[in-house]
């Protein structure tokens, strides 16, 4: 089974290479790797090119931000299966694809997902909090639960069936395609329980009040949208189920 991982980059040159070598250490030897550069004015491209050999597709173009980004390398993916790390994130071990293929070969699975920690962007080995998931159902959504998204793999055909990343909805575009998954068209998604991600701490939607404030309100569009019962609500619960990664 062959899976594909999609990296986006833009102006990442200080954490490229560690993402890059955590992909490149799998034992899993069928793996697509597709890397798509948004013409970072940085040494992303170079370093990138470093590895090209080892990558399935190299494009370094102008794109319309992160999530478009995706949608390309998503129509580019050969894999039965698709998952994305961030460019300043990494595999937790060298047998992570391996795990998510295993969980793959039942054939009534259509989505993986498992534990992620938030680490300091410098000191990696300190863990700020922990993400740590369970065996969910589409009702949990309801209640404000949601998978990692940076640990969520899905049947590539599913891309064709349900449509990619909509680039209306800001940094909550993961968000929405996780309720519009898993909660409108309630595929079978399987818990795996292990450490799969180490995610540096920061990201977009947390770069200050502002961005914070407008990935709430594209939060509540997404939920709207997807025909989330009480979504006011749904964000509160959000909310407070964070607090337990901090203990």
Sequence with gaps: ?????????????????????????????????????????????????QYEQQLAVLISEPDAGMYDALNKGISLATGEVIGILNADDMLSADDVIGDVAKAFMDSNVAAVYGDLNYIDPEHTHKIQRKWRSKQASYKDLARGWMPAH???????????????????????????????????????????????????????SNQSWKHRYQALLNDFKALQNNKVHFPAFVLLFKKLRKIKQFF
């Excluded at 793996?31 to 090119?49: R, T």
């Excluded at 940076?150 to 599913?158: A, C, D, F, N, V």
């Excluded at 818990?191 to 799969?196: A, F, G, H, K, S």
């Design 150 to 204: 940076p640990t969520l793999y899905i049947r590539s055909s599913l891309f064709e069936k349900f449509g990619g990343y909509q680039l209306d909805y800001g940094s909550a575009a993961d968000y929405e395609l996780m309720l519009r998954y898993l909660y409108r068209h309630k595929i079978a998604a399987t818990y795996l329980p292990r450490l799969m991600v180490n995610m540096r701490s920061g990201g977009m």
């Design 1 to 49: 089974m062959k899976v594909t991982i999609i990296t986006v980059v833009y102006n990442a040159e200080k954490y490229l290479k560690d993402c890059i070598e955590s992909v490149l250490r799998q034992k899993y030897d069928d793996i697509e790797y597709i890397l798509i550069d948004g013409q970072s004015s940085d040494s992303s491209f170079q370093i990138a090119k």
